[in-house]
């Protein structure tokens, strides 16, 4: 019985992420707009799904779904890797909902499904996210491993990010653009996320230790 709420809860979270990511996924293949810009390209297909995974916020989101489901056949779950995918999941969809809010929101205007693609990914996501991981745990699970290797994924995005940009000239956020910006200032603005996430996931590794084990 005490398992019932946390398996209702994450399932409720793999619902909003998988119909958000359903959504958009028939609004790129008819060539309509992408939630995380709130704008459609008029490139090829192909490159539209490349774009679109490239997104911090969709990986984040990723993470949150295979998260989530894992939680509902198992709200006890543990491992070595899940641990990691499970604080990477957290650090990642946390920091989509800070940095959406405090610098991306005015610059992204979606309307109609990408509006609501837009809420799932960005606001519903990370609340519930967090919210479930406060009241359901499974904890204590970051221990120091875990926590070293939660930083792979994220410098790995980083990493992939700027390269990438530098062959095709694309970035998914303004704040990263280093056409427009240059290395100094998008540098600048990646040591910004470093700290931020540094802070997040020894916030989490302390709340780990500190509040209640769960289930």
Do not use: K
């Not at 709130?38 to 911090?56: E, H, I, K, N």
């Not at 120091?144 to 939660?150: I, K, L, Y």
Request: charged content about 15%; overall charge positive; proline content about 7%.
């Amino acid at each position: 019985m005490t398992q019932r709420p946390s398996r209702t809860v994450h399932a409720l979270l793999a619902l909003v992420v998988l119909a958000a990511f359903c959504a958009q996924v028939v609004l790129l293949l008819g060539g309509g707009a992408d939630a995380n810009s709130g704008q459609a390209d008029p490139v090829p297909v192909v490159t539209r799904f490349v774009r679109f995974l490239s997104y911090f916020t969709v990986q984040s989101n990723l993470l949150v779904l295979v998260a989530a489901v894992s939680l509902v056949l198992d709200p006890a779950r543990d491992g070595r890797f899940w641990r990691v995918v499970r604080l990477d999941a957290l650090l990642g969809i946390t920091v989509t909902g800070l940095v959406f809010g405090a610098v991306l929101a005015p610059y992204v205007h979606p309307t109609g499904v990408a509006w609501w693609i837009n809420a799932g990914f960005h606001y519903v996501s990370p609340v519930l996210a967090v919210v479930s991981w406060l009241l359901f745990g499974p904890r204590p699970r970051v221990d120091g491993r875990t926590f070293g290797w939660a930083f792979v994924w994220p410098v790995g995005w980083t990493v992939y990010t700027l390269v990438r940009g530098a062959v095709v000239d694309w970035y998914p956020y303004p704040f990263l653009d280093v056409s427009e910006l240059g290395y100094a200032v998008a540098l600048r603005n990646v040591g910004f996320v470093v700290v931020l996430s540094v802070a997040l996931l020894s916030l989490f590794r302390f709340l780990d230790r500190r509040l209640n084990p769960r289930p």
